[in-house]
């Protein structure tokens, strides 16, 4: 690489999307809003509103006692458990035994960190619904020489494919083309780490991934990290400091001509925290003004009612002199302002579930709400139906993945996602009892049967290993 496309390259590993410049603050407020916690108190500043001309030391005692009662991150988690509640049936169909060999041990390892197929896109998903999507590079192994056969490649470990997961936090730059394909992409992420561990300071070590349709280049910076609040201030990329290139070449879907990052998407109308976030702000705010002003009236002011001059000193340690007609008292609110403040933090955490398709809850999850049976059915239905959309949002991102690391092996599988569309506690029981009447309507015709059977093994048997569910569709696939 010349001198002058690597200060080019350089420099366009620091620019930044508009889409990603424009949305970054609100995915930092997501984040903060799903996390809850430590970590939303600790940018609390960000998001507790100071009453105007609210003294600096009384909002600082405000920002102290705050609290958050995190009621978009409790729907994210429950949608993510609900949809996942039963893995999706993944089927490998066709191709070598060596390739079943190795799809059965990429579905319980698929990212080289010992995370199973459906874990890692759980953890995909929940980043969808906070951030409206998220993102999964498909990679293969470095080598250092040019391996010459199929059979090299996999004794050297080449062919071995993973995934790698990114939020949209960390893509920060990217083009498309006419068809809404990917021509390259920038990845950014930072971290904190010590290269020795002799060394006494900790560094920041910032990486760009940059991909087009062939190539990738791996940039790296390490500064050292003058204090912990500096962390963030870091990961702009506006910061001088030497860039090295530390890696590239071509990437393991160069011969595809295919950018080896793929979407996990929401589209807007199902994006959860987008629907929430400004509920659970406003909530955030009123919450901690109603118990800021329950705290203070827990310490009433004294009230002297006297004509004559005021000057005694007034506590636990002390006593009061009072004049026949002199009067004491203290001030105490009525309420009636609470009570209205009450009814409105109660309107608006149903409507932060009320947004989420989840009206059945009445409230919090599980809560006992007055709703009629019939009317919480019908409620869950809608509930049901949405879940389904997310299902085959899932569903379509894994065949992708899956089908490009077909293609990338030349391993000629077919592959088939199905499930994620049956949410009820009993409802494998009613699957069954469907099936046993579709069997008994006498339908002549065996293909129907194995993809019955295929389907009901695969649903009963979901949390069994991938060489298990392979052996099972290959026996019912050979009988008669």
């Known amino acids: 690489m010349t001198n002058e496309l690597r200060q080019e390259s350089q420099r366009e590993i620091h620019r930044e999307h508009p889409d990603y410049r424009r949305r970054r603050e609100t995915w930092k407020t997501y984040a903060d809003l799903y996390a809850g916690g430590d970590q939303l108190k600790a940018y609390a500043e960000r998001y507790l509103v100071p009453r105007q001309k609210e003294p600096r030391d009384v909002y600082a005692e405000r920002l102290l006692r705050v609290f958050y009662e995190n009621h ?35 579905m319980e390892d698929c990212d080289r960190k010992g995370t199973s197929f459906a874990e890692f896109f759980r953890a995909r998903f929940i980043e969808a619904a906070v951030f409206g999507r998220s993102h999964i590079v498909v990679d293969f192994p470095r080598v250092d020489r040019q391996m010459e056969t199929r059979a090299e490649e996999d004794a050297g470990g080449a062919s071995r494919a993973y995934l790698a997961g990114y939020s949209p936090q960390e893509l920060i730059n990217w083009s498309l083309d006419e068809h809404g394909r990917y021509e390259w992409v920038v990845l950014r992420t930072t971290q904190i780490v010590k290269p020795k561990v002799e060394e006494s300071k900790w560094q920041v070590l910032t990486r760009w991934l940059y991909y087009d349709r062939e190539n990738y280049q791996v940039w790296e ?52 925290m987008n629907r929430a976030g400004l509920l659970q702000l406003e909530h955030f705010n009123k919450s901690n003004a109603l118990s800021w002003a329950l705290t ?49 933090l109660e309107r608006l955490r149903d409507e932060i579930y009320r947004v989420c398709w989840l009206m059945q809850s009445g409230g919090p999850l599980g809560g006992g709400g007055t709703q009629s049976g019939v009317s919480k059915q019908w409620d869950f239905a809608i509930t049901e139906e949405v879940l389904r959309a997310y299902g085959d949002a899932v569903k379509e991102a894994m065949k992708r993945v899956l089908k490009a690391v077909d293609a990338a092996r030349e391993d000629s599988v077919a592959v088939s996602v199905t499930g994620m569309d049956e949410f009820q506690i009993g409802d494998f029981g009613g699957q069954l009892a469907e099936a046993q009447k579709l069997l008994g309507m006498g339908i002549e015709s065996p293909t129907l049967k194995k993809e019955v059977y295929k389907t009901l093994a695969l649903q009963y048997l979901s949390d069994a290993p991938q060489e298990t569910k392979d052996r099972i569709v290959r026996e019912i696939e050979q009988q008669s």
């Not at 049936?89 to 041990?105: D, K, W």
């Not at 008292?329 to 009525?334: L, R, V, Y």
């Open 72 to 106: 978009a991150g409790s729907i994210v988690d429950w949608y993510t458990a609900t949809l996942f509640r039963r893995e999706p049936v993944v089927a490998f169909e066709g191709g070598f035994e060596a390739s079943r060999g190795f799809y059965n041990e990429f």
């Open 296 to 344: 203070m009236g827990l310490f009433a002011m004294p009230v002297i009612y006297s004509e004559r001059e005021w000057n005694q000193m007034v506590g636990e340690s002390y006593y009061i002199q009072l004049g026949p007609q002199d009067k004491f008292g203290w001030t105490e609110p009525q309420g009636n302002v609470y009570q209205i403040a009450h009814a409105n």
């Open 221 to 272: 910076r390490m500064k050292p990290q003058e204090s912990w609040g500096m962390f963030e201030g870091l990961e702009d990329g506006t910061h001088p400091g030497k860039i090295e290139l530390k890696a590239s070449g071509r990437h393991g879907l160069a011969k595809l001509r295919c950018v080896p990052v793929f979407d996990l998407a929401v589209p807007e109308g199902l994006w959860l």
